[in-house]
Nanobody, 124 residues
Framework: QVQLVESGGGLVQAGDSLRLSCVAP????????MGWFRQAPGKEREFVAAFSGYGGKIYYADFVKGRFIISRDNSKNTLALVMNSLKPEDTAVYFC?????????????????WGQGTQVTVSS
């Protein structure tokens, strides 16, 4: 069973920063698109950012452009999400996910591996 393990969530104030991390098995990390999604209470899961496999192309949701930065460390099989200028509406459970598809914007249904999620709470 593939395990993606997220860490780094917490309670912060508006304007603060947080860094989320996700560790994946090497065989997944090296060949898959790695992405971040989030789900707020009462809302559907939504795409945040992704780093495609092989080509290294980066995708962001419009609502995080300029504030969040996704990166991957291939030597540590780690995906990171640095979140700056956090807002109360960024409060959600953040999930790391992996998809075998490596081009274009990939819908959540084509991410086959998911972490357990990490809670991010931003107070005003």
């Amino acid at each position: 069973q593939v395990q993606l393990v997220e860490s780094g969530g917490g309670l912060v104030q508006a304007g603060d920063s947080l860094r989320l991390s996700c560790v994946a098995p090497e065989r997944i990390f090296s060949s898959h698109t790695m992405g971040w999604f989030r789900q707020a209470p009462g809302k559907e899961r939504e795409f945040v950012a992704a780093f495609s496999g092989y080509g290294g192309k980066i995708y962001y949701a419009d609502f995080v452009k300029g504030r969040f930065i996704i990166s991957r460390d291939n030597s540590k099989n780690t995906l990171a999400l640095v979140m700056n200028s956090l807002k109360p509406e960024d409060t959600a459970v953040y999930f790391c996910a992996a998809s075998p598809y490596t081009s274009g914007t990939i819908p959540s249904g084509q991410y086959f591996y998911w972490g357990q999620g990490t809670q991010v709470t931003v107070s005003s």
